[in-house]
């Protein structure tokens, strides 16, 4: 699975040492991820205003500034499915951490053993929840489950995110959603990606969805796209 995983202390040295545990439960599990340097609280705001791609925070309490607590608090506000796992160098903190439904607290100095344990239930939570992207509209922000996504389109520079039952624009470029999607995403058009398991199948210059919408398909990404739906069924089809 494909992860985004953001890390934030105002100690550097922090970052660097929980960042490189990430990184090897991530290879050990056979996961990829991005994992994402903040050395402040309004640092990771300024960046979650524009993306709000998160999937776990490392976040340690005790920052100038805006405290770890108050930062998930705003976090929450408007993100439940994020998962929380604060860093802190003192128990005393711990309250106040499940307090704004921190997954789980680990004290300093962190074990690669017990971090790689919490690590594996954000991962399954993510998977019973189910994984979002936050989109800004013109009005709000919304949560969009990534499994409802059937395609995303580009047109006079913006960006249509389309729905089993609805459309939203936002200004994201598509190369940025292609990042935030992950796996079960194909790029099929310069303008287009396609939710590999809404295909029902595809001609030489087309990607028709179960529900009777199509998109193009250019000439040149056409093996691409057929090598990636036939692996995305290749556990339930066989072909002949």
Not at 126 to 131: M, T, V
């Amino acid at each position: 699975m494909n992860y985004k995983i953001a890390v934030c202390d105002d100690e550097a040295e922090q970052v660097e040492y929980l960042a490189a545990l990430a990184g090897d439960w991530a290879e050990c599990r056979g996961n990829r991820v991005c994992i994402r340097p903040f050395y402040s609280a309004e640092e990771f705001l300024f960046h979650y205003e524009e993306e709000k791609d998160c999937d776990i925070l490392l976040l340690d309490i005790e920052m100038w500034g805006i405290n770890g607590v108050e930062l998930a608090k705003r976090l929450r506000e408007e993100n439940d499915a994020l998962q929380i796992i604060f860093i802190t160098g003192y128990p005393d903190f711990i309250a106040d951490g499940y307090e704004v439904g921190a997954l789980h607290y680990l004290l300093k100095p962190v074990s690669g053993e017990k971090l790689n344990q919490v690590l594996d239930r954000a991962e399954k939570n993510l998977g019973r929840k189910g994984r979002a992207v936050f989109l800004r509209t013109a009005k709000e922000v919304r949560r969009i489950p990534v499994d409802s996504i059937v395609y995303v389109e580009v047109f006079s520079h913006k960006l249509m995110v389309h729905t089993l039952h609805d459309a939203y624009e936002t200004k994201l470029s598509i190369t940025g959603m292609e990042e935030m999607l992950g796996e079960g995403f194909v790029r099929c058009h310069r303008s287009y990606l396609a939710g590999i398991s809404f295909i029902d199948h595809i001609t030489k210059n087309t990607v028709v969805f179960d529900d009777g919408r199509t998109i193009p398909l250019a000439r040149n990404a056409y093996e691409g796209v057929n090598q990636a739906f036939i692996a995305y069924y290749k556990e339930d089809v066989r072909i002949v």
